[in-house]
């Protein structure tokens, strides 16, 4: 078996949050890690680039890190309403979200556009959260390994390391809904991930984090996280509230 690599439990605020609210939730979330002591995992939220400023004052001296939910390819230029890998660094952001099923679905990302934002956080020295994961229908049809595993080849770009890269497994018919696939399925899934990881990584695949995310909560983070090859989770909507982000970030410390 692998060394257990650090888990990082991250939040994607996707487009909820207003300044104070937030600034407050995230100095809640910091007040009870700084109690905890030091983590035994990363913590990470993404909120809308909006918040980034209010919030890298808020984590001040905490250990939580700030991330961006999505990039442009290149560092600048003519692409209104973009943002770049390169802002977001410095905007104080130590990840980026890519290739998540909200973007590839809403805005018609694929997966070579995936693969050249995920570049783009390289190039800036951030690290890309890449996230794949089957459809429902594509459950029903027995695709998931299939699906994901193309996902995974076009997803990635060469020069991934176990540092500036997390694969985020993340069924779409899981996220939003209160659904979760069971253990044993999550369990294959990232299973066959991290074979394909090392195959193609070699050392650099078998410390790679592997998240889960989809549905993700209190209730359901003890069963999850302890499975093997998982080493966190991207957290939707229980990631909003320190209440309901603080029992899952608990799991992993
Ligand atoms: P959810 O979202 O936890 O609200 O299901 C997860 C995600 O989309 O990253």
């Known amino acids: 078996m692998a060394a257990k690599v650090r888990p990082l439990i991250a939040g994607n605020w996707k487009m909820n949050g207003l300044k104070s609210a937030a600034q407050r939730e995230v100095k809640k979330l910091a007040g009870r890690m700084r109690k905890q002591g030091r983590p035994g995992c990363d913590v990470l939220v993404c909120p809308p680039a909006h918040l980034l400023a209010p919030l890298l004052a808020a984590v001040k001296g905490s250990r939580i890190a700030l991330g961006g939910q999505d990039c442009h390819a290149a560092a600048s230029g003519a692409h209104t309403g973009d943002i770049s890998a390169e802002m977001l ?47 429902g229908a594509e459950r029903k049809r027995r695709q998931t390994l299939a699906v994901v595993g193309k996902q995974l080849t076009d997803s990635l770009p060469k020069g991934c390391t176990a540092r500036n890269t997390v ?87």
């Open 89 to 135: 660094a410095d905007a104080g952001c130590g990840y980026v979200i890519v290739g998540h099923s909200e973007r590839r679905a809403d805005h018609g990302e694929s997966s070579r556009n995936v693969r050249a934002k995920a570049e783009a956080v390289h190039r800036a020295g951030l690290r890309a959260i890449i996230c794949v994961g089957e459809t």
């Open 167 to 253: 694969v985020a497994y993340e069924p779409v018919w899981a996220i939003g809904t209160g659904l979760t696939p069971t253990a044993d399925d999550v369990a294959q899934v990232h299973a066959f991930i991290r074979a394909r990881m090392q195959r193609r990584f070699r050392e650099h695949g078998a410390g790679m984090r592997l998240l889960y995310g989809g549905s993700v909560k209190a209730s359901n983070a003890v069963e999850l996280m302890a499975l093997e090859n998982v080493d966190g989770a991207l957290v939707g909507g229980a990631s909003l509230t320190a209440t309901d982000f603080w029992p899952i970030v608990q799991t992993s410390i």
